[in-house]
């Protein structure tokens, strides 16, 4: 979803959705997090998909 490969149907429904869903409300929030620290760490270069999977499977799990 962060990676604007989202269609604006999804992107909507997804926005619509953690408005209402405190858990995926939480989990974007980790997500928006770790890709903003990792960004910062990496001098602001994408930020690999697998890297940012990994590290919030441990924050989240
Ligand atoms: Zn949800």
């Keep these: 979803m962060l ?3 989202a269609t604006p149907n999804q992107e909507e429904f ?10 995926c409300f939480a989990h974007y929030n980790v997500e928006k997090q770790i ?8 001098n602001n270069k994408e930020v690999p998909n697998a890297l940012a999977e990994e590290i919030r499977r441990k924050i989240v799990s």
């Design 3 to 5: 990676d604007n490969e």
């Design 14 to 23: 997804f926005y619509g959705h953690i408005e209402k869903c405190m858990v």
């Design 35 to 42: 890709r903003q620290l990792l960004k910062s760490k990496l």
